[in-house]
């Protein structure tokens, strides 16, 4: 959860009793929750409206897709996947010389 622990979220917990005092920490709690439920519905009814704009082709389609490093590390993936695999290693016999490019010196 946002790379909160338990820890932190007793801190928070214990410094929000002595700001708002016990009395009005439920009723802040409960409008807290109304607002993450608020947020969650207008991200849910984004992504639709987005979906059905896009048409069929991108029925499937997750915010988290548009993401610019998830579709850097989509295609670096697929590059990996497409490269052809190198052939296996040659070994050299006890006492034998490597091969020696003129050119390559």
Do not use: C, W
């Not at 915010?63 to 590059?79: C, Q």
């Amino acid at each position: 959860m946002l790379g909160v622990g338990l820890p932190e979220m007793a801190v928070i917990a214990f410094v929000a009793v002595l700001v708002f005092g016990p009395d009005r920490l439920p009723e802040l709690a409960k409008q807290a929750a109304q607002m993450v439920r608020k947020v969650r519905t207008l991200a849910n009814s984004a992504r639709d409206e987005l979906r059905t704009e896009l048409g069929p082709e991108y029925a499937d389609l997750e915010l988290r897709d548009l993401d610019p490093r998830n579709v850097v590390r989509k295609h670096i993936m697929e590059a990996m996947e497409d490269e052809p695999s190198r052939p296996a290693p040659v070994r050299l016999a006890a006492g034998a010389l490597p091969p020696y490019d003129v050119e390559a010196t």
